[in-house]
């Protein structure tokens, strides 16, 4: 298992970079999101790698950050998403948003990228649900001030058990309120939009 590769970056294009580590080049395919974090070329680069073996294909894939190589094996999990279609899922959509759209079922969201259709969308909606922390990806999901949004997020999720809803229960609901509602970022309104339903 190749865990990473680590070199000289060689070349690099939308969809692949070539890393040239002891003398070999490795090339990876790779989402938008690392193409977009790639060094220039000639300048040291590291890429996590997930190595893909088959009857008849080796292909490595690489990624700038852990977290997108993580969606990317959860992708991969879902029954008629292959490696390729998880690419093309990464490349077509940000981690956050897409944490977000599995966490609240919005299988619309995810079958708007080119390449899905609405049947796979929903089965990697059906079928990641319960992979994907809600918090995390609301927290993630948003621009402006989504790190002081995160503990409003958590406390709602808090105040919503304290009321006597299951962890999943109040982990939908305000996914529910922030998918409506994504300016929302007090504590005290995403409880009571969760609370209307």
Same mark, same amino acid.
């Given at each position: 298992?190749?865990?990473?590769?680590?070199?000289? $970056?060689?070349?690099?294009?939308?969809?692949?970079?070539?890393?040239?580590?002891?003398? =070999?080049?490795?090339?990876? $395919?790779?989402? =938008?999101?690392? @193409?977009?974090?790639?060094?220039?070329?000639?300048?040291?680069?590291?890429?996590?790698?997930?190595?893909?073996?088959?009857?008849?294909?080796? *292909?490595?894939?690489?990624?700038?950050?852990?977290?997108?190589?993580?969606?990317?094996?959860?992708?991969?999990?879902?029954?008629?998403?292959?490696?390729?279609?998880?690419?093309?899922?990464?490349?077509?959509?940000?981690?956050?948003?897409?944490?977000?759209?599995?966490?609240?079922?919005?299988?619309?969201?995810?079958?708007?990228?080119?390449?899905?259709?609405?049947?796979?969308?929903?089965?990697?909606? *059906?079928?990641?649900?319960?992979? =994907?922390?809600?918090?995390?990806? $609301?927290?993630?999901?948003?621009?402006?001030?989504?790190?002081?949004?995160?503990?409003?997020?958590?406390?709602?999720?808090?105040?919503?058990?304290?009321?006597? @809803?299951?962890?999943?229960?109040?982990?939908?609901?305000?996914?529910?309120?922030?998918?409506?509602?994504?300016?929302?970022?007090?504590?005290?309104?995403?409880?009571?939009?969760?609370?209307?339903?």
């Amino acid at each position: 298992m190749i865990a990473y590769v680590r070199g000289t $970056l060689v070349e690099k294009d939308v969809g692949r970079a070539v890393v040239e580590a002891g003398g =070999v080049g490795y090339e990876l $395919l790779i989402p =938008v999101s690392t @193409f977009e974090r790639l060094p220039k070329e000639g300048e040291e680069a590291k890429l996590l790698a997930w190595h893909c073996v088959r009857e008849d294909d080796e *292909v490595l894939f690489g990624f700038a950050t852990q977290a997108e190589r993580e969606m990317f094996q959860k992708l991969t999990l879902v029954s008629g998403v292959g490696p390729k279609i998880a690419l093309a899922i990464l490349s077509g959509s940000s981690i956050g948003e897409l944490s977000l759209a599995i966490a609240s079922g919005n299988a619309k969201r995810i079958s708007s990228i080119k390449g899905v259709g609405k049947k796979t969308a929903e089965k990697i909606c *059906v079928e990641l649900k319960d992979r =994907v922390n809600a918090i995390e990806a $609301l927290a993630s999901s948003g621009g402006r001030g989504k790190d002081a949004a995160a503990p409003a997020l958590h406390d709602a999720v808090l105040a919503l058990t304290a009321l006597g @809803f299951s962890d999943e229960s109040a982990n939908k609901m305000v996914s529910k309120v922030v998918a409506s509602n994504p300016d929302v970022r007090d504590t005290e309104t995403l409880v009571r939009l969760a609370l209307k339903g």
